[in-house]
């Protein structure tokens, strides 16, 4: 260009400093996101969910890969019908739909049976809504819960085998806390005594020399001794 006869370069800067910081920033929050993603002991995994309604797997985490034993690769684009069992697909797909049309998180417990075995989830599902308001993907948090619910489920059987010993024990047990509320009578106790569960100590109208015995074997067993 020339310029007053003379000929010159005209060059023109614009500050783009703020524009490096916010992609940079964003890059960093992408990163985050992605070591959570990768490295949570949760299943995590995102359905896109076409205009029409069909859902459609979008990504699967490290730990989704594990408890299912199908990679992200096996997954992405594909409907649950096309990667899982037609009796898994159908509960999942069930549950998806459910969401869909709650248009709410829901959360539940499931069963679900992999190639690899039977396991127990407690999952959340959340759906994502686009600026037209319109759900366009679920986002899927799924904790495996199958040691916890065995051992609740052992525990529970555990207890009743001890319940069926105790109420088929031919003399008179019960127990009570620290506070002599009862908490447990077995059936010969309930024979002589009637049901004294929930019931205080002192609640019970028991003849002065029963009440005697009863408070100095009450005391000697709280004590620590034998009664």
């Keep these: 260009a020339e310029l007053q006869g003379r000929r010159c370069l005209i060059t023109s800067a614009h ?4 524009q490096r910081r916010a992609e940079a920033a964003l890059r960093h929050s992408e990163q985050r996101l992605r070591e959570v993603f990768d490295h949570t002991t949760d299943a995590v995994f995102l359905l896109q ?4 309604g069909e859902l459609v797997y979008e990504a699967f ?3 989704s890969e594990r408890a299912s034993g199908l990679s992200h690769e096996q997954v992405r684009g594909r409907p649950p019908a096309a990667v899982m069992p037609p009796d898994v697909a159908a509960k999942l797909d069930a549950n998806y739909q459910r969401c869909l049309t709650a248009g709410a998180p829901i959360r539940y ?3 679900v049976r ?10 959340l599902l959340v759906p994502i809504r686009n600026e037209e308001g319109r759900i366009y993907r679920l986002a899927g948090f799924a904790r495996d819960v199958t040691e916890h619910r065995c051992a609740e489920q052992a525990l529970r059987e555990s207890e009743a085998r001890l319940q069926a010993v105790l109420n088929n024990f031919p003399y008179d047990f019960w127990s009570m806390d620290a506070d002599g509320c ?3 009578q077995n059936t010969t106790s309930i024979r002589l005594w009637g049901s004294l569960l929930g019931k205080r100590f002192e609640d019970i109208d028991f003849s ?4 005697e015995h009863f408070v100095t074997n009450n005391r000697r067993a ?4 034998v009664a």
């Design 49 to 52: 969910v076409a205009p029409a």
């Design 61 to 63: 985490n490290p730990a």
């Design 222 to 225: 709280l004590g620590g001794g």
């Design 109 to 111: 417990e499931e069963e």
């Design 15 to 18: 500050d783009i400093t703020a």
């Design 208 to 211: 002065p020399e029963t009440r």
């Design 182 to 184: 009862y908490q447990f």
């Design 114 to 123: 992999f190639a690899a075995g039977a396991r127990i989830f407690d999952t």
